[in-house]
């Protein structure tokens, strides 16, 4: 099959690779840009593992084909921190043991970073909805929820840590 | 006194804990010791859980009182 | 309490930053230069006579290098109760035969994985099917098929544990009661996949990156099956995304990978999918449990006889373990004065089943906490009495088999009472289910035969002060990495920060038998304790010849300073102290080391953690749904060593636990799970997450590092009993077949309904 040109800008870098039309996003990500923080849990959609925000909303790279992302702009894990500055809700994470195994994570946080740009002030209950499709097999959630919560009531705001 | 298993030799301090570690280690010799002295090691096995009352543990034990080597 | 400086102190764990930055690099992201991408063949068959396997079609395809089956190998029955060669039986790729469906025929390697997929399908298996069976029940029947030839009745283990008069203790008893009871089976679930990157060389050295909870023991494994020397074999990976226990027998990812490895001498990846995880990776044991129970009139337990039949699948695995824990711990955490088990695990033609968090246990305090519920009810003795009038305490001795050195049972006890007090009056259609719950620190058996103590430590320390610490044990994200470095840190008197954690590789670190049956904080934990304190006492050797305090005085650190213990602001700077240290001893850096292996600690562990947990349910009578609303745990794990990590055990084990007790299944058809995927198979998600309330009960463990013993696996074992009893508090039925599905429910209350109308 005839390779085709994709044009995606990757946490702010621009990028043009001629790609065989059928590779997945998650493909493109992981094999052809090295950004491995973005794993894959189980190709179909059900799990969220992949999620990566697509030019402001959450997806799940396994399900969109690398084309469907012609013109984009993705953000992934690597793109979250600025240097070693770690965005708020990567240090409420920290602070939260809001992970163990950590393979989720890059997923969760994304999903949770998009739920924040949209409703900076979210319930518990929006917070619950907004992670509802990323599974975790190992934290039981609950220690997610709080660091969700602890950022949307601004204790991780510019100075207050 | 303890008894020693007439197939592998491990001394065990009474014919219970010998009957325990036959049924237990469950492997071809030790059935064929059992199967040798005119038992059928898996009917004892089956009696032990199908019926009430310990009977495969007890009827493997007496046989080890007559037949296994008591040690000082 | 300024007791400790670093321990029970609110620690990030040393790997966070690496796993919220996503730089942390599991075996699933390891690509070698020249690497190859593989794939298995699966039987489709639960059980069939392998008549011919034509790979020819599949070795011309552009893009295939190798394609392997049982017969390229050594042919090797493996399994990782290694000192029972009868209980290895297992050969991975088989050759003759297969016994379930997914067993693993035969693997490609090719250039990517969509060629190596495709390559599959080339592949020709000429199979006979044979007669199976899916039940235990019916696999001990006579005449039904056998899956091995030397298992006659298809019987592969059994175990028999017995105290006390069993039959005389029934006769007093004033009430007896039978039930039986089915728990059913359970998908670990890991995020990662099992998966390895197996690379070859001509030099004859084989090196397995892979996502394992036992190094060592993979190494061990692959050198029984590869016929390599262990040491010619080194297997690594710092992150593995989680194990729950299914990463540390051979997995056919590993094997299969070294096969086709070692024919090409080239790097070979292999990497389940989601469904091969399901369909033919091991799994929770299924268990038919009869219970019967004879109890004093005032609810004083005197007899339990428990008979198990568990469904081994087809081969043994680590059943056999599970097989014995499910009936030690059928006794806990109660004082049984006559008690008598027999287990018995049988093949059948389905995937293996093994260790899970747990290992028998939940499915043990599942069904003995929900009869403890109806005997009470009964006798119309309060459920909490009965529990603390039987209860363990310290210094109990189960007759043959353990003695209890710490335990806080009664105490958790209290605890959740008051909270259930607390919480009032429910609301309708609610209730609150308790069950208590004890579990090991690591077991003492060595069906492995490892040579080696079961785990080791080695700790230098450089010029500048900083800790290498050198540690055999798999963080698998329960956080065993933020631990040793805490209990390194205390010991050595320094901070977490100044810890260079070296782990997750067999050639540079010493051994420990892997992180499974909660080993790590009690036995790698007393390792690096005691290497940490022989690095320290070198250091205080020196710092004494330089302060020369009088000679009553004793030294201490303490966050890196080295002073006299009864005048503390007498003392030295750590980093002065090493430096100089290392002088002294013409350059050399300090080196400590330190070990564990368990030794006259009875039959199962060294050390029970306890506790006892109240689930409040909702269960809508229309539906018959359940909803968890609260989930409260008193739980005794000794010292809290890393109270962040605790708590994130338990909320994680309740999720797990609570999906086992009402969410999640394996249903089958003809040995088929029907349910492979992440949608029909249902774990937790945050909607159903209850609210969870830690209430630790600190006790002293004197065989655990500090005092600290079991936390986290042991926390699978009462939610599921729990639930239940919720349901049977809010409804008055008793369910007695896990998972607690809304039909079970309904039928239930329609046959209480129907009972209660004649």
């Known amino acids: 099959m005839e390779k085709q040109l994709l044009r995606i800008t990757v946490n702010s870098e621009y990028h043009e690779l001629y790609i065989k039309p059928k590779k997945l996003l998650v493909e493109i990500l992981r094999d052809e840009l090295g950004l491995a923080g973005t794993k894959r849990g189980c190709n179909t959609g059900a799990c969220h593992v992949c999620t990566v925000i697509l030019n402001g909303k959450t997806i799940k790279s396994c399900s969109v084909l690398a084309m469907q992302a012609d013109g984009a702009e993705v953000r992934t894990v690597e793109g979250l921190a600025s240097g070693a500055e770690l965005t708020p809700l990567q240090k409420s994470f920290l602070d939260h043991g809001a992970y163990q195994c950590g393979f989720c994570t890059s997923g969760m946080l994304l999903s949770a970073t998009a739920l924040l740009a949209e409703n900076s002030k979210p319930t518990v209950e929006q917070i619950k909805e907004g992670i509802h499709g990323n599974l975790c097999r190992c934290t039981g959630y609950n220690s997610i929820i709080r660091a969700v919560e602890a950022v949307a009531e601004g204790k991780y705001e510019e100075g207050s840590k | ?72 | ?758």
């Open chain 3, 1 to 758: 309490m300024t007791k400790f400086n670093v321990i029970n102190t609110p620690i990030h764990n040393v790997d966070g930053i690496a796993k919220v930055t996503g730089r942390a690099v599991y075996t699933f992201d390891v690509n070698l230069p020249h690497m190859l991408h593989g794939k298995i063949l699966r039987s489709p068959y639960p059980h069939a006579k392998i008549l011919n396997i034509d790979t020819s079609q599949a070795e011309a395809l552009t893009g295939v290098k190798a394609v392997v089956t049982g017969k390229d190998t050594l042919g090797v029955k493996q399994g990782i109760w290694r000192r029972y060669k009868e209980l290895c039986d297992e050969e991975i790729l088989a050759r003759d035969k297969v016994r379930y469906i997914g067993e693993p025929v035969a693997a490609v390697a090719a250039v990517d994985e969509d060629t190596a997929e495709e390559a599959l399908d080339l592949i020709e298996v000429e199979y006979e099917p044979l007669s199976a069976v899916f039940e235990p029940l019916e696999a001990i029947k006579e005449g039904a098929p056998l899956l091995h030839e030397n298992a006659e009745r298809n019987i592969n283990v059994t175990r028999h544990i017995e105290w006390g008069d069993v039959d005389e203790a029934f006769k007093e008893a004033d009430y007896v009661r039978e039930d039986w009871f089915r728990c059913s089976s359970q998908a670990h679930v890991c995020m990662e996949t099992h998966c390895a990157v197996a690379d070859y060389t001509p030099e004859g050295k084989l090196t397995v990156w892979t996502s394992s909870q036992s190094h060592y023991y993979i190494k061990v494994l692959l050198s029984d099956v590869l016929g390599l020397k262990e040491n010619d074999i080194r297997v690594i990976s710092r992150y593995t995304g989680g194990g729950f226990g299914s990463k540390f027998e051979l997995d056919s990812a590993q094997f299969c990978s070294s096969v086709l490895s070692m024919k090409l001498c080239r790097p070979v990846k292999i990497v389940l999918s989601r469904e091969e995880e399901f369909m033919a990776t091991k799994r929770r044991t299924p268990m038919f449990y009869y219970l019967r129970s004879g109890v004093k009139k005032d609810g004083t337990f005197l007899a339990k006889e428990a008979r198990v039949f568990t469904e081994g699948g087809a081969y043994t695995a680590m059943g056999a373990t599970a097989l014995y824990l499910t009936g030690f711990f059928q006794s806990f955490p109660y004082i049984w004065p006559s008690y008598r088990y027999d287990g018995y695990r049988v093949y059948t033609n389905t995937a293996p089943t093994s260790a899970m968090r747990g290992f028998g246990a939940p499915q043990a305090t599942f069904c003995a906490e929900t009869q403890i519920d109806l005997i009470a009810e009964e006798l119309g003795v309060d459920r909490i009495d009965i529990r603390r009038k039987n209860a363990m305490y310290a210094g109990y001795e189960v007759p043959g088999q353990a003695t209890i050195q710490s335990c806080g049972l009664s105490e958790c006890l209290d605890r959740v009472e008051e909270w259930i007090k607390d919480r009032g009056k429910l609301p309708p259609h609610h209730g609150i289910g308790i069950a208590a719950y004890g579990f090991m620190s690591g077991g003492i058996f060595n069906w492995f035969n490892t040579p080696y103590a079961f785990s080791s430590a080695v700790i230098q320390l450089n010029v500048d002060g900083k800790v290498d610490l050198f540690i055999g044990s798999q963080d698998m994200g329960q956080g065993s990495n933020t631990t040793m470095s805490m209990i390194c840190a205390e010991e050595l008197g320094v901070r977490v920060e100044d810890i260079r954690l070296h782990m997750g590789d067999t050639d540079k670190c010493p051994v420990d038998l892997g992180a499974w049956g909660s080993r790590e904080t009690l036995m790698q934990g007393n390792a690096v304790k005691m290497a940490a304190a022989d690095a320290k006492k070198q250091i205080l050797e020196y710092a004494a010849a330089k302060m020369s305090p009088n000679i009553v005085y004793d030294l201490e650190i303490k966050d890196r300073w080295v002073h006299l213990i009864a005048r503390p602001e007498r003392g030295l700077s750590y980093f002065d102290v090493v430096k100089e240290a290392i002088r002294g001893k013409e350059g050399q850096p300090i080196v400590a080391r330190g070990h564990y292996t368990p030794h006259r600690k009875g039959m199962i562990s060294p050390a029970y953690s306890f506790g006892v947990q109240a689930v409040e349910a909702g269960v809508d009578p229309e539906t018959g749904k359940v909803t968890l609303k609260n989930c409260v745990t008193a739980h005794d794990c000794g010292q809290v060593i890393n109270p962040l990590g605790v708590q994130g055990q338990l909320e994680g084990a309740i999720a797990m636990a609570a999906g086992y007790g009402f969410t999640e299944d394996l249903p089958m058809d003809e040995g088929k799970i029907l349910n492979p995927n992440l949608v029909d198979y249902k774990i937790l998600r945050t909607t159903e997450m209850p609210e969870t309330t830690v209430m630790e009960v600190e006790t002293y463990e004197p065989e655990g590092p500090f005092g600290a013993k079991e936390a986290g696996e042991g926390l699978t074992n009462p939610t599921a009993g729990a639930l239940a009893n919720a349901v049977f508090q809010a409804t008055g039925t008793s369910i007695k077949e896990l998972p607690i599905t809304p039909e079970k429910v309904l039928n239930a209350l329609r046959e209480k309904n129907k009972e209660e109308k004649k």
């Open chain 2, 1 to 72: 006194m303890a008894y020693k298993c007439p197939t592998c030799g491990k001394v065990w301090p009474d014919t219970p804990d010998l009957a325990r570690h036959i049924f237990g280690t469950g492997d071809q010799a030790h059935k064929e010791w059992v199967n040798s002295k005119g038992y059928n090691f898996i009917e004892l096995l089956l009696i032990q859980t199908m019926e009430p009352g310990n009977k495969g543990y007890k009827a493997l034990a007496d046989l080890l009182e007559k037949e296994a080597e008591k040690v000082e």
